[in-house]
Protein backbone atom coordinates (compact mmCIF):
# COMPACT_ATOMS: atom_id res chain seq x y z
CA UNK A 1 0.00 0.00 0.00
CA UNK A 2 1.50 3.23 -1.42
CA UNK A 3 1.24 6.20 1.34
CA UNK A 4 1.80 9.88 1.65
CA UNK A 5 1.71 11.30 4.71
CA UNK A 6 0.67 14.86 5.39
CA UNK A 7 0.27 16.56 8.54
CA UNK A 8 -3.30 17.59 8.76
CA UNK A 9 -2.48 20.88 10.73
CA UNK A 10 -3.88 23.76 10.83
CA UNK A 11 -0.32 25.39 10.10
CA UNK A 12 -1.24 28.85 11.33
CA UNK A 13 1.45 31.66 10.48
CA UNK A 14 1.40 36.03 10.35
CA UNK A 15 1.13 37.07 6.72
CA UNK A 16 5.11 37.78 5.70
CA UNK A 17 6.30 34.40 7.21
CA UNK A 18 7.53 31.59 5.67
CA UNK A 19 5.23 28.44 5.74
CA UNK A 20 6.69 25.23 5.55
CA UNK A 21 4.44 22.23 4.23
CA UNK A 22 5.86 18.98 4.56
CA UNK A 23 5.33 14.91 3.23
CA UNK A 24 6.72 12.03 3.49
CA UNK A 25 5.80 8.71 1.16
CA UNK A 26 6.52 4.97 1.31
CA UNK A 27 7.09 3.81 -1.80
CA UNK A 28 10.85 4.58 -2.58
CA UNK A 29 10.15 4.14 -6.32
CA UNK A 30 8.64 7.21 -6.59
CA UNK A 31 9.45 9.61 -9.02
CA UNK A 32 7.55 12.12 -9.91
CA UNK A 33 6.28 14.80 -7.04
CA UNK A 34 3.47 17.28 -6.90
CA UNK A 35 2.00 20.06 -4.92
CA UNK A 36 -1.46 21.48 -5.26
CA UNK A 37 -3.36 23.88 -3.32
CA UNK A 38 -7.33 23.67 -2.81
CA UNK A 39 -9.46 26.43 -1.53
CA UNK A 40 -12.45 25.48 0.49
CA UNK A 41 -15.01 24.27 -2.30
CA UNK A 42 -12.76 24.10 -5.16
CA UNK A 43 -10.74 21.88 -6.92
CA UNK A 44 -7.20 21.03 -6.89
CA UNK A 45 -4.90 23.31 -8.53
CA UNK A 46 -1.57 22.51 -9.81
CA UNK A 47 1.24 24.56 -8.12
CA UNK A 48 4.99 23.13 -8.58
CA UNK A 49 6.21 19.74 -9.27
CA UNK A 50 9.47 18.46 -8.54
CA UNK A 51 11.39 15.42 -10.02
CA UNK A 52 14.88 15.70 -8.96
CA UNK A 53 16.81 15.66 -5.55
CA UNK A 54 17.64 19.84 -4.16
CA UNK A 55 15.34 22.85 -4.64
CA UNK A 56 12.77 24.13 -6.92
CA UNK A 57 11.91 27.58 -6.77
CA UNK A 58 9.25 29.39 -8.41
CA UNK A 59 7.91 32.70 -7.36
CA UNK A 60 7.05 32.32 -3.82
CA UNK A 61 7.04 28.63 -3.57
CA UNK A 62 10.07 26.18 -3.30
CA UNK A 63 9.61 22.62 -3.59
CA UNK A 64 12.20 20.58 -2.06
CA UNK A 65 13.14 16.75 -2.66
CA UNK A 66 14.65 14.64 -0.08
CA UNK A 67 14.36 10.90 -1.96
CA UNK A 68 16.68 9.42 0.12
CA UNK A 69 14.84 10.37 3.08
CA UNK A 70 11.17 9.78 1.22
CA UNK A 71 10.54 13.58 2.01
CA UNK A 72 9.11 15.96 0.33
CA UNK A 73 8.51 19.77 1.72
CA UNK A 74 6.80 23.36 0.27
CA UNK A 75 8.13 26.35 1.21
CA UNK A 76 5.58 29.85 0.42
CA UNK A 77 7.81 32.89 1.52
CA UNK A 78 6.18 36.01 2.59
CA UNK A 79 2.93 34.67 3.28
CA UNK A 80 -0.57 36.08 2.05
CA UNK A 81 -4.00 35.51 3.44
CA UNK A 82 -4.74 34.43 0.01
CA UNK A 83 -2.52 31.54 0.76
CA UNK A 84 -5.23 30.09 3.15
CA UNK A 85 -5.75 27.06 1.82
CA UNK A 86 -5.02 22.88 1.51
CA UNK A 87 -2.38 22.22 0.39
CA UNK A 88 -2.04 18.47 -1.33
CA UNK A 89 1.15 16.10 -1.92
CA UNK A 90 0.92 14.01 -4.61
CA UNK A 91 3.44 11.17 -5.01
CA UNK A 92 2.91 9.19 -8.71
CA UNK A 93 5.45 5.96 -8.59
CA UNK A 94 7.81 5.27 -11.54
CA UNK A 95 6.47 4.93 -15.58
CA UNK A 96 4.03 2.62 -16.83
CA UNK A 97 1.46 4.51 -15.89
CA UNK A 98 1.49 4.23 -12.23
CA UNK A 99 -1.27 6.18 -10.25
CA UNK A 100 -0.87 9.53 -8.20
CA UNK A 101 -1.42 9.07 -4.86
CA UNK A 102 -2.80 11.79 -2.87
CA UNK A 103 -1.97 12.56 0.75
CA UNK A 104 -4.94 14.11 2.76
CA UNK A 105 -3.53 17.58 2.57
CA UNK A 106 -2.74 19.62 5.33
CA UNK A 107 -4.41 22.76 6.07
CA UNK A 108 -2.67 26.43 6.30
CA UNK A 109 -4.04 29.65 7.26
CA UNK A 110 -2.05 33.08 7.17
CA UNK A 111 -3.72 35.50 9.54
CA UNK A 112 -3.49 39.36 8.54
CA UNK B 1 -6.10 26.62 -23.74
CA UNK B 2 -9.19 25.66 -22.26
CA UNK B 3 -9.00 23.71 -18.88
CA UNK B 4 -10.11 20.32 -17.74
CA UNK B 5 -14.34 20.86 -18.19
CA UNK B 6 -16.83 18.45 -16.09
CA UNK B 7 -21.10 18.74 -16.21
CA UNK B 8 -22.73 18.97 -14.54
CA UNK B 9 -21.17 20.51 -12.30
CA UNK B 10 -24.44 19.52 -9.54
CA UNK B 11 -26.13 16.80 -9.05
CA UNK B 12 -28.83 15.27 -6.83
CA UNK B 13 -29.73 11.77 -7.29
CA UNK B 14 -31.70 9.29 -4.65
CA UNK B 15 -30.31 5.91 -3.60
CA UNK B 16 -30.61 3.26 -6.28
CA UNK B 17 -30.49 5.56 -8.89
CA UNK B 18 -27.38 5.54 -11.53
CA UNK B 19 -25.53 8.88 -12.36
CA UNK B 20 -23.28 9.15 -15.49
CA UNK B 21 -20.53 12.05 -14.86
CA UNK B 22 -18.71 13.50 -17.90
CA UNK B 23 -15.39 14.88 -18.44
CA UNK B 24 -13.51 17.30 -21.20
CA UNK B 25 -9.52 17.00 -21.02
CA UNK B 26 -7.20 20.09 -21.59
CA UNK B 27 -6.88 19.63 -25.78
CA UNK B 28 -3.93 17.73 -26.85
CA UNK B 29 -4.04 15.57 -23.23
CA UNK B 30 -4.63 11.94 -24.04
CA UNK B 31 -5.42 10.38 -20.39
CA UNK B 32 -8.11 11.37 -17.52
CA UNK B 33 -8.02 10.01 -14.40
CA UNK B 34 -11.06 9.89 -11.79
CA UNK B 35 -11.09 10.84 -8.06
CA UNK B 36 -13.57 10.71 -5.26
CA UNK B 37 -13.02 13.70 -2.47
CA UNK B 38 -14.96 13.48 0.53
CA UNK B 39 -14.13 14.83 3.98
CA UNK B 40 -13.12 12.06 5.24
CA UNK B 41 -11.44 9.97 3.35
CA UNK B 42 -9.51 13.18 1.05
CA UNK B 43 -8.83 12.31 -2.56
CA UNK B 44 -9.03 8.81 -3.99
CA UNK B 45 -8.31 7.18 -7.11
CA UNK B 46 -10.95 5.66 -9.06
CA UNK B 47 -9.38 5.03 -12.69
CA UNK B 48 -6.86 6.44 -15.06
CA UNK B 49 -7.54 6.02 -18.72
CA UNK B 50 -4.75 6.57 -21.70
CA UNK B 51 -5.58 5.98 -25.39
CA UNK B 52 -9.47 4.38 -24.84
CA UNK B 53 -7.31 1.96 -22.52
CA UNK B 54 -8.28 1.62 -18.83
CA UNK B 55 -4.56 1.73 -16.99
CA UNK B 56 -5.57 1.46 -13.63
CA UNK B 57 -8.30 1.40 -11.06
CA UNK B 58 -8.82 2.05 -7.39
CA UNK B 59 -10.15 -0.35 -4.84
CA UNK B 60 -13.59 0.82 -5.82
CA UNK B 61 -16.87 -1.83 -6.30
CA UNK B 62 -17.82 -2.36 -9.83
CA UNK B 63 -20.75 -0.05 -9.39
CA UNK B 64 -18.28 2.60 -10.56
CA UNK B 65 -17.44 2.40 -14.42
CA UNK B 66 -15.36 4.55 -16.71
CA UNK B 67 -14.85 4.74 -20.43
CA UNK B 68 -12.70 7.26 -22.27
CA UNK B 69 -13.84 8.03 -26.18
CA UNK B 70 -11.29 8.69 -29.05
CA UNK B 71 -11.52 11.95 -29.14
CA UNK B 72 -9.93 11.56 -25.27
CA UNK B 73 -13.90 12.51 -23.48
CA UNK B 74 -14.23 10.19 -20.55
CA UNK B 75 -17.43 9.43 -18.66
CA UNK B 76 -18.10 7.56 -15.27
CA UNK B 77 -21.10 5.62 -14.36
CA UNK B 78 -22.21 4.82 -10.84
CA UNK B 79 -25.54 2.32 -10.37
CA UNK B 80 -27.32 1.81 -7.69
CA UNK B 81 -26.29 4.75 -6.14
CA UNK B 82 -25.52 5.04 -2.19
CA UNK B 83 -25.48 7.25 0.44
CA UNK B 84 -21.87 6.99 0.76
CA UNK B 85 -21.42 8.03 -2.79
CA UNK B 86 -22.10 11.79 -1.88
CA UNK B 87 -18.81 13.18 -2.76
CA UNK B 88 -17.23 15.46 -5.07
CA UNK B 89 -16.07 13.71 -8.37
CA UNK B 90 -12.80 15.06 -9.69
CA UNK B 91 -11.62 14.35 -12.86
CA UNK B 92 -7.84 15.29 -14.67
CA UNK B 93 -5.98 14.89 -17.41
CA UNK B 94 -2.36 14.85 -18.19
CA UNK B 95 -0.30 14.10 -21.99
CA UNK B 96 0.76 10.67 -20.94
CA UNK B 97 1.57 9.73 -17.49
CA UNK B 98 3.84 6.91 -18.97
CA UNK B 99 6.70 9.39 -19.78
CA UNK B 100 8.87 11.19 -17.60
CA UNK B 101 8.65 15.35 -16.56
CA UNK B 102 5.72 17.43 -16.97
CA UNK B 103 4.41 14.86 -18.91
CA UNK B 104 2.25 13.39 -16.09
CA UNK B 105 1.57 16.57 -14.53
CA UNK B 106 -2.32 16.39 -13.56
CA UNK B 107 -4.65 19.09 -13.84
CA UNK B 108 -8.13 18.93 -12.39
CA UNK B 109 -11.52 20.09 -13.35
CA UNK B 110 -13.84 21.87 -11.40
CA UNK B 111 -15.59 18.75 -10.61
CA UNK B 112 -18.91 17.44 -10.22
CA UNK B 113 -21.14 17.48 -6.40
CA UNK B 114 -23.04 14.61 -6.24
CA UNK B 115 -25.49 14.07 -3.36
CA UNK B 116 -27.37 11.02 -2.54
CA UNK B 117 -30.79 11.11 -0.57
Known amino acids: QKEVEQNSGPLSVPEGAIASLNCTYS??????FFWYRQYSGKSPELIMSIYSNGDKEDGRFTAQLNKASQYVSLLIRDSQPSDSATYLCAVRSGPGYSTLTFGKGTMLLVSP | KAGVTQTPRYLIKTRGQQVTLSCSPISGHRSVSWYQQTPGQGLQFLFE???????NKGNFPGRFSGRQFSNSRSEMNVSTLELGDSALYLC????????????????FGPGTRLTVL
Open chain 2, 49 to 55: YFSETQR
Open chain 2, 92 to 107: ASSLDPGLAGRNNEQF
Open chain 1, 27 to 32: DRGSQS
